[in-house]
């Protein structure tokens, strides 16, 4: 039996979560396989990957161990083990030209055990918080959890076993082309090429803002001038340098487009502003007078997942059904988050679950969402280098907002706090203990809402600043997924 592509990319991404090499060549691979599914594609993939803390740890906990070693030697040893398993397994394929009826329903079967996976990881964190498990119970939630893993398995068995000679004369009506029908044709596809560079050229501004239908009609028009004008010599076409966004780009190309550096810098305020939560979460949830700070970090693994998984299927939406910019769903998720992170500040009762929610859910859509729109707008020839230049936005943001912003306020804060404690102490002491108590170095630690209220008003503003860029891409993507994904449905 051989594994087909979708559940091949899901068991290498889990088996490499935390190696940054693999995961980008699992992602690269399965996106060109799958040019057609990017957003289911790659919301599994980084959902799994999301998902991988806690998976890791429910497994480790089959060990219980306190040997910190074990776990390291587990993390290197097993992702390996994995991949070396399923190299005599895994086929190569044309998943291009692979299309099958029946990938709607293999998604969605792989959507329900992804739903069906974080909410049963959800109720075992809950419930050994709550409850003290024996080992025997543990390894019995465990190898429940492995075998969820192993679920997808079921579609390729299906396939190779119980499929219709339909599903397989419809993939052969999906050939390549013939050498001698792709030489004869290179010229016209050229000079079509040619023409449509000329019409961007020369169409009038205003004519993006009309109307669906008129705006087809005007351009209609103009490329048939040009073509004629073309056919007699009345003009001489000139031919465009470099490519037009829909087409493959390399990493250089790409650095000079406007609408790569609005991708990257939306990418670094919204995944920045999330990740700055994430690395404070536990200083957050502490400074609110919670004790079980582990309860909202494994809350916020689940809802980053969540927020892959749903980030690749509702965006795919969009541009299948809607033939609307990928970006929109961006800006909705910076939404979500703004009101996260401002959920943070106020600190109201029940905050620190609305806003891990929130931020968690919105975090993880950029990461199913930005490698999608980034493969539709700049090609999939190049996709490693400019998927890999864009993830530096993740440290960047993570550096400058939580390692500079966050951590110098809440430090500032904290010496304040202190300050006022070692006053208040000094004098109601005096003597000999006054003066050991004034000797001693305060303690760094911030209590109140006070801690992380500018830090969060200021991550939702950089959310803010990210929807409105996001926006901007929108509008300037509307002409590139009307030309990839036709009319919308109706």
């Known amino acids: ?31 060109q396989n799958f040019p057609k599914s990017r957003g ?5 993939l980084k ?43 895994v086929r190569p394929v044309g998943g291009h030209r692979q299309v099958r009826p029946s990938d709607g329903t293999s998604f969605t079967f792989v959507y329900s055990v992804c739903l069906l996976l974080a909410s049963y990881l ?40 119980f499929s219709d000679d339909d599903e397989t004369l419809y993939a052969l009506l999906l050939p ?5 029908e792709a030489s004869a044709s290179t010229s016209s596809e050229e000079q079509h090429e040619v023409i449509l560079s000329e019409v961007e050229d020369e169409k009038p501004k205003d004519v993006d ?55 990257f810098f939306s990418l670094l305020l919204g995944s920045g502003s999330g990740l700055t939560v994430i690395d404070n979460l536990g200083q957050m949830s502490q400074s609110l007078g919670y004790e079980e700070t582990h309860i909202f970090v494994s809350m916020i693994s689940i809802w980053n997942f969540l927020g892959r998984i749903g980030g690749g299927y509702f965006s795919e939406i969009i541009v299948k059904d809607y033939a609307y910019p990928r970006a929109i769903a961006l800006a909705i998720a910076q939404v979500l988050m703004a009101i996260g992170h401002f959920n943070f500040a106020m600190a109201w009762p029940g905050t620190m679950y609305i ?30 280098a400019l998927y890999n230049f864009l993830t530096v936005a993740n440290p960047a943001g993570s550096l400058v907002f939580s390692g500079v912003i966050a951590s110098g306020i809440y430090d500032s804060e904290a010496a304040k706090q202190a300050q006022q404690r070692h006053n208040s102490t000094s004098l109601a002491m005096s003597g000999r203990v006054a003066g050991m108590v004034s000797g001693a170095a305060p303690s760094l630690k911030c209590e109140g809402a006070v801690c992380f209220f500018l830090s969060s008003l200021i ?10 860029l996001s926006l901007i891409l929108v509008y300037r993507t509307k002409i590139v997924y009307t030309s990839l994904y036709g009319k919308p449905r109706t």
């Open 1 to 31: 039996m051989s594994l087909q592509p979708q559940e091949m990319c899901i068991l290498i991404f889990i088996g490499n979560n935390g190696e940054t090499y693999f995961n980008t060549a699992a992602l690269v691979s399965c996106v």
């Open 40 to 44: 289911p594609i790659v919301g599994i």
């Open 47 to 89: 959902g799994f990957a999301g998902l991988s803390g806690a998976i890791l740890t429910q497994i480790y906990a089959i060990v219980h161990s306190p040997d910190d070693a074990a776990l390291i030697f587990m993390v290197a040893v097993g992702p390996t083990m994995v991949v070396i398993a399923l190299m005599f397994i």
């Open 122 to 161: 959800m109720g075992v964190m809950l419930l050994e918080d709550l409850v003290d498990l024996s080992q025997s119970v543990t390894v019995v939630l465990t190898v429940i959890l492995i075998m969820f893993l192993l679920v997808p398995i079921v579609i390729p068995v299906l396939l190779s076993f």
């Open 176 to 180: 390549s082309p013939r050498k001698e």
């Open 209 to 263: 803002l009309l109307p669906a239908s008129e705006r087809q009609r005007r351009i209609a028009e103009l490329q048939t001038r040009l073509f004629q004008a073309a056919a007699v010599g009345a003009v001489r076409v000139k031919r465009r340098k470099g490519p037009r966004r829909g087409e493959d780009f390399t990493l250089m190309q790409a650095l000079i487009k406007a609408d790569f550096w609005l991708l």
């Open 355 to 384: 806003g891990t929610l929130l931020v968690g859910v919105g975090y993880g859509a950029h990461w199913a969402i930005v490698p999608a729109a980034a493969s539709e707008l700049f090609g999939v020839k190049n996709f490693g």
């Open 459 to 468: 991550m939702s503003g950089f959310c803010i600043i990210a929807f409105g």
